[in-house]
């Protein structure tokens, strides 16, 4: 059976030539320039919209589909060209332009590919107005424009130089230099390699970097989890480096390999990144429901607080801004920091990881030591709408003890450890999230899901 179209509050996300077609991408361009006429109707000028892209083969098609779309509806275009996804949101904000989109299927594999729309603020639509866009886009209800009035489209070329001064301004950069470290950085042939290459030269490292042509044609499955980063490990075993860092294709994920070729993982990103700023500042930090309690043991021990939100950017970034957090992300290896943008950001991970390097005086390996952790399931599997539900309100029956989240699929804790059970935004497929103190007590839950998997799906 052919998957279905995903539209959702992180925007669309298909097959190409499947079930994403130019003629689709066309058609969620004018949907979102009609949407944006109707939220700026009294606007005095020609709205704007900043479009970038990954390396997808697939993207070049996307973006001038999309383009099509909203020129077509008399909105001016800045094309950004190949870019990551946080630089979409910086520019855009640079620019004061109305929207964004980001060509890109994120983590997924090639085949797939994505149309990530983003708001003035540089976030993504809430649920409410992504709904709206949503059905314009199904309803056909486009505001297309004459010849004249249509919008013109423009390149602009300084978005690397811009995010990479945004990245350079948290962190004393001189002190860093100083240290030459030596990086390994695998780009997995996405948006990433060019900027994160400059910014690291900027920083005084010694790169080796891999992977780092923005063919798009990934040299591994693109989701920087540890069996996809055998690879990495090797090499940095090899070359014994300071550090390896691992991109997604847009650049907005980070994970890190120690010194000695250890994955330690996306979920260390954000804990080290808030080590670092929490020993700086007090202040909030804000996490998604997923993410491992790493953050919460930092921030009780610097004082701090953490607030919890459902799995999204769009989720965290709201609730970063809503109480003035000075740090913030996703287990995913998404780290977001105001001060550069509002959206998870690798080059955000790599400076504040290296200055955290550089103040404490420590290896990598011996900053993870110093945090500690837990053991970390994650999962996922195909399974419909009902059959989530089902298999939520199963597991309730399982553990009637057990205090319940439901503001993302369901959540929860006991004194033990916790998982998490919600269907994905970009996919169609529904997550599994287990930490737990160590490998016995997660197993144990690990196996209790599974069977009620397997009786519902069966």
Not at 163 to 173: M, P, Q
Not at 427 to 448: L, S, T
Request: overall charge neutral; aromatic content about 6%.
């Amino acid at each position: 059976m052919a998957e279905k179209l995903i539209i959702s509050v992180s925007g669309m996300r298909g097959i190409v030539g499947e079930n994403l077609t130019p003629q689709t991408a066309v058609d969620f361009g004018a949907a979102f320039a009609t949407y944006l006429k109707n939220l700026y109707p009294q606007f005095k000028r020609r709205l704007v919209v900043c479009i970038g892209r990954d390396s997808r083969p697939s993207g070049s098609m996307l973006k001038s589909a999309v383009t099509a779309g909203l020129i077509a509806c008399g909105i001016d275009v800045v094309d950004l060209g190949i870019v990551t996804t946080p630089c979409v949101g910086i520019m855009l904000r640079k620019l004061e332009a109305q929207g964004g989109v980001v060509i890109t299927a994120s983590h997924n594999p090639v085949a797939y590919n994505g149309i990530k729309l983003l708001l003035d603020n540089g976030i993504a639509p809430p649920p409410t107005e992504a709904d709206k866009i949503k059905s314009l886009f199904l309803e056909k209800q486009f505001s297309y424009v004459s010849s004249i009035d249509c919008g013109r489209i423009c390149r602009d070329e300084t978005t690397d130089d811009v995010h990479i001064e945004k990245a350079l301004a948290l962190v004393a950069s001189e002190r860093i230099a100083q240290k030459r470290f030596k990086v390994v950085l695998d780009s997995v042939n996405g948006a990433g390699g060019r900027i994160t290459k400059k910014l690291l030269s900027r920083l005084g490292c010694e790169v080796t970097a891999i992977n780092s042509e923005p063919t798009g044609l990934f040299a591994h499955t693109p989701e920087p989890t540890e069996q996809n980063l055998a690879g990495l490990c090797e090499i940095v075993q090899n070359l014994k480096p300071d550090i390896g860092f691992a991109q997604d294709p847009d650049a907005d994920r980070l994970a890190i390999v120690d010194e000695n070729g250890k994955y330690i993982g996306e979920e260390y990103t954000l804990a080290l990144a808030a080590k670092y700023v929490f020993g700086t500042k007090k202040g909030k930090a804000a996490a998604n429901l997923s993410t491992s309690r790493m953050i919460d043991d930092i921030a009780k021990i610097n004082d701090c607080e953490v607030i919890r939100t459902p799995v999204g950017e769009a989720n965290v970034a709201k609730a970063m801004l809503e109480n003035n957090c000075v740090i913030g992300g996703e287990g995913n290896g998404g780290v977001i920091d105001l001060r550069v943008g509002p959206i998870r950001d690798s080059l955000v991970g790599i400076v504040l990881v290296l200055q955290l390097m550089v103040a404490s005086g420590k290896k990598i390996s011996e900053l993870v030591g110093d945090i500690g952790g837990y053991y970390m399931h994650k999962d996922k599997f195909a399974a419909d709408s009902a059959q989530a539900q089902q298999i939520i309100e199963t597991a309730k029956e399982k553990f009637p003890d057990a205090k319940i989240d439901t503001s993302d699929g369901c959540r929860f804790d006991l004194d033990d450890g916790w998982f998490h059970l919600r269907t994905s935004n970009t996919e169609p497929v529904m997550r599994f999230i287990i930490e737990a103190k160590d490998k016995a007590v997660a197993r144990k839950y690990i196996d209790a899901i599974t069977k009620i998997r397997d009786k519902v799906i069966s």
